[in-house]
Structures are given as C-alpha cells and as structure tokens.
C-alpha cells in the first residue's frame, strides 16, 4: 500500500511538472549551445521515455531506497533532464559534455541543491536503469523530420524554401504546451508527426504562389 501511494505521490509530481521539465531541458540545451538532434534525442529520453515509466521504476523497493528518489524531488527531476543531455552528446557528438560543463549549468539552473561529480555519475546508472539500458535514439521525430527535409529538397524546388529553423519551432512547442506534449509521447507515431510538421512548416514558410508541389500526397506517402 505505501508503494502505491508513493507511486501515486511521483505520479502526480511528474505530471505537474512535465512541462516545466521540458521547458528546463529546452532552456538547458539552448545554453549548452547543442546540436538539435542531442535536444531532440534528450526530449526523447527524458519526456518520451524517461517520466513515465519512473512511477513503475520505483515500486520496487530496492529501487524506492535510491537517495534520488526518496524522496522524488524537482531538483532531482531537473538533474535527470540535464543527465540525458549528456547522455545524447555522448551518443551523438565526437566530443560530449563534459561533466565539469554541466555541473556549472546545474549550479547556476538549480538552486535548490548542489550536485557533486559522483551524484551526476549516479544519476547517470539510475536513469539508465529506468530505461533498462535501452537508449536508442533512432527512431525519433527529428530524425524522421530531418530526412523528409532532405528528401523534399531533391525532388521539388519549393523544398528548398521550406524553414527548417520553423520546423524545429514547432517541434517545441509540441513538445512545450499542454494540449500537444502528449502528441510526442503517445498519440501519433514519430514519422508521421515528422510528416505532419513538415506540411505545417510548407504552407507556413514557402510562398503561395510557389505551391507547385503535392505536399498532403507526398507527405502522406512518405510516412
């Protein structure tokens, strides 16, 4: 019974604050200066996969006992949303983030309490183990997105007019507001979410007149 009800406790914290989190996390990749597919990747990790499955992470007891989590905290949940930015840099940039660096972030976003080396090193293991270890990274929005982009661009000159900066705005704000966040978790599959986007931003940034090219088939088509 006090599983459930310390579930229930984490369960209410997350979702009150998972726009917040994403907010942190996109302010946090902002100032790290990262490239967009370790944000995108790290929204994946902490957003997608990351807060939802905490809750049932830690009704095991073993798991409960971890000073991270007990208990449950939102400095702890913003040191999570910077721990898979390092994680993505490590999987996707020649030369991540280095712990030092993100220390220096932690200390000025989150002032509630300070976090030594070995506790991000810590945090690291438990949100790996959350996901199971399983961090792959491919199969996200803006991988998709990022080659439907490409692909426009080869087979219609309007492709080239498309504002890929706009796709990415609106990527966020998905991601950012209420009525959308859960778009990127659960509802639509991410390569039709990419498709989606990628029409939005076609009819929002490339002129009128220069709408020559199939959009809704090919987008359909393609995802």
Same mark, same amino acid.
């Given at each position: ?12 914290? $997350? /979702?009150? #604050? ?5 907010? %942190? =996390? ?6 790290? !200066? &990262? ?11 902490f ?35 910077v721990?898979s930015?390092?994680i ?21 976003? $989150? /002032?509630e #309490?300070?976090?030594?080396?070995r506790? %991000? =090193? ?6 790996m !183990? &959350?996901?199971n270890f ?6 996200i ?5 990022q080659?439907?982009w ?10 080239e007019?498309?504002?890929f ?8 704000l ?7 966040s ?34 809704l088939?090919?987008?359909e088509?393609?995802?």
């Open positions: 019974m006090e599983h459930s009800s310390s579930s229930l406790v984490d369960s209410t914290l $997350i /979702s009150s #604050q998972r726009l917040s989190l994403v907010e %942190f =996390l996109i302010q946090s990749a902002e100032h790290l !200066q &990262v490239a967009p597919v370790v944000k995108y990747s790290a929204l994946s990790l957003a997608d996969r990351f807060l939802p499955s905490l809750p049932r992470f830690k009704i095991d007891a073993h798991n409960s006992n971890n000073w991270l989590l007990k208990p449950l905290t939102e400095s702890a949940l913003h040191l999570f949303a721990i930015l390092w993505s840099t490590k999987m996707h940039d020649s030369r991540p983030l280095s712990v030092t660096c993100l220390r220096s972030l932690a200390n000025k976003s $989150i /002032s #309490q300070h976090f030594t080396t506790n %991000f =090193l810590e945090a690291e293991v438990l949100f !183990q &959350v996901l399983e961090i792959g990274t491919t199969n929005a803006f991988l998709f997105l080659e439907l490409i692909q426009i661009k080869g087979v219609a000159k309007a492709g007019l498309i504002n900066e706009a796709c990415m705005e609106i990527m966020d998905l991601y950012e507001k209420e009525e959308t859960l778009l990127c978790t659960y509802s639509c599959p991410p390569h039709s979410l990419a498709a989606s986007i990628l029409v939005v931003t076609y009819v929002m940034t490339v002129p009128q007149h220069k709408w020559e090219f199939p959009i088939p090919w987008g088509e393609m995802h």
